[in-house]
């Protein structure tokens, strides 16, 4: 079974400083891990994707992230927060052995960025 | 390059009424279609999936339905309208099941 949770529902940071949103997975198998982001009333934007080749993976906007199997961690990062960051974002996992269907997406974490 | 359509973009309707949401893709073929609905401060159910013409799996029992005329147009309806039906409603498409997928724009539907 696979799932996952991102530890915050909101995170508030200032323009300029770093952003850091966590997000914890359980997989049973060699997990896909994903990002998106969401602008209020749009749909979701892939960030970026991790697929079993380097552990760190380079985004859209600076957003990076890194697969930690030890801590089965993907958290999502960026050096320095800009105002259009500002977004709902879901961090989600996929099995690729397993050959269901679905994506499996956590609840999101609301990113606030203030001037 | 590949893109995906969904209309209407808002839609308010009375309870008791029909329902007919339609998403379509362009630059692809035979992709995985799917539906999520996204309550207020919820995150994203997945609603149907289809992986073919007139294959189409649902996730939750509700009272709404969704059909694939077409290789790359996929169409959520209701015969009756619930309150609870109220949401944000999003299309999406991916090349093979547990690949990344892509989101349609999403669709705004408040039942009063």
């Known amino acids: 079974a696979q799932s996952v949770t991102q530890l915050d529902s909101h995170v508030s940071v200032s323009e300029g400083t770093p952003v850091l949103l966590r997000c914890n997975y359980s997989?049973?198998?060699?997990?896909?891990l994903f990002w998106y982001v969401q602008h209020p009333n749009k749909g979701l934007q892939l960030l970026l994707k991790?697929?079993?080749?380097?552990?760190l993976v380079k985004g859209i906007n600076g957003f990076e992230a890194e697969f930690k199997k030890s801590e089965t961690s993907f958290h999502l990062t960026k050096p320095s927060a800009h105002m259009s960051d500002a977004a709902e974002y879901f961090c989600?996992?996929?099995?690729?052995?397993?050959?269901?269907?679905?994506?499996?997406f956590g609840k999101g974490t609301s990113l606030l960025v203030t001037p | 390059s590949q893109t995906i359509h969904q209309w209407p973009a808002t839609l308010v309707q009375p309870v008791g009424s029909p329902l007919s949401l339609e998403c379509t893709v362009e630059?692809?073929?035979?992709?995985?279609l799917y539906w999520y609905r996204q309550a207020a401060g919820r995150g994203l159910q997945l609603l149907f999936y289809?992986?073919?013409?007139?294959?189409i799996s649902s996730e939750v029992p509700q009272n709404l339905s969704a059909s694939r005329p077409q290789d790359r147009q996929f169409i959520l309806s209701s015969k009756k309208l619930l309150l609870s039906d109220s949401g944000f409603y999003l299309c999406?498409?991916?090349?093979?099941?547990?690949?990344?997928?892509?989101f349609g724009p999403g669709t705004r539907l408040t039942v009063t």
């Open positions: 997989s049973s198998y060699s997990p896909s």
């Open positions: 989600v996992v996929s099995e690729r052995e397993n050959s269901g269907y679905a994506l499996n």
């Open positions: 289809s992986i073919g013409i007139d294959q």
């Open positions: 991790y697929t079993s080749a380097a552990t």
């Open positions: 630059g692809t073929s035979n992709p995985n």
């Open positions: 999406a498409w991916s090349v093979l099941s547990n690949y990344e997928q892509y």
